[in-house]
């Protein structure tokens, strides 16, 4: 880390930390994530194609229109040949969002074709020259083809950074701290990776446990309690069983040899405070305790509680 970069306490500025942080979510990914077709392959043409689509449409709905796209005009020649007015149609009759879009894709795949010999740029910049190709969707291509981007910062990027590191809401910060943060020449991995962190477990509410963050034990906000960011400017709602609650009480306090209530009940609900505070946790606690799965030192100044030995 760069002393603009991610963490104002420093922590992050050391290489162990950072290598840890990086492996670990690189691993995490790797173990698990959603499937899309546009994940397994490097063709930057199927890739282009991905995310013009997800530009307006939810991504589930993308695979469909995506996989008839391809066969349609599996190639950048193929679309380059065909009619604009079906490229257009095509769009309308698979609700893609402004028609705009798939003129500016046909002109792209000409461009190509015309001026680049067929063979898409590789670089960032370079692919900025296409039509309709924004910098977000060049720096897309260029990691998830050609593994030569920059570090993706979008809206999902942002509220982890912010919520993990306690990264400023500040764009040249967050592209400060994202650059920082990647492990160079990994661009296809990482930033499928940091999305993936942000889409499926750092979402506005977030779901630190269950979805098993790999980033929990140098997350800013999962030690606070505090899981506002830019996007979610008052706390996020929190929905949880007794009986999730009780899980999360004996998977957190196994991590720990013991926690004090302040350190435990952040850690199992987000919306820790108020009426489901310290008087809510001690309840759980007690129930706990009497089916002989925690101990509680009352004794202890501010009380302790750990798995029961
Ligand atoms: S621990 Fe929770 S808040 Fe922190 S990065 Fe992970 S999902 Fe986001």
Known sequence: ?????????????????????RSALIEWYETDHREYPWRQTDDPY????????????????????????LEEWPTVE??????????VSFWSDHSLGYNNRAKYLHEAATQVVDEYDGQFPETPDELQELMGVGPYTANAVASFAFNNGDAVVDTNVKRVLYRAFGVPDDDAAFETAAADLMPAGRSRV???AIMELGGVACEKTPTCDTAGCPWREWCHAYESGDFTAPDVPTQPSFEGSRRQMRGRVIRTLGEYDELTLDELGPRVRVDYGGETGEAWLRELLADLRDDGLVEIDADSEPTVVRLQS
């Open 1 to 21: 880390m760069s002393d603009s970069g991610a963490d104002g306490e420093g922590a992050l500025r050391d290489d162990d930390t950072l290598d840890a942080i």
């Open 46 to 69: 199927a890739i282009l194609v991905s995310e013009i689509m997800s530009q307006q449409t939810q991504l589930d709905r993308v695979v469909a229109a995506w996989d008839d796209f």
């Open 78 to 87: 193929a679309l380059a040949d065909a009619a604009r007015g079906d490229v």
């Open 190 to 192: 990482w930033n499928n």
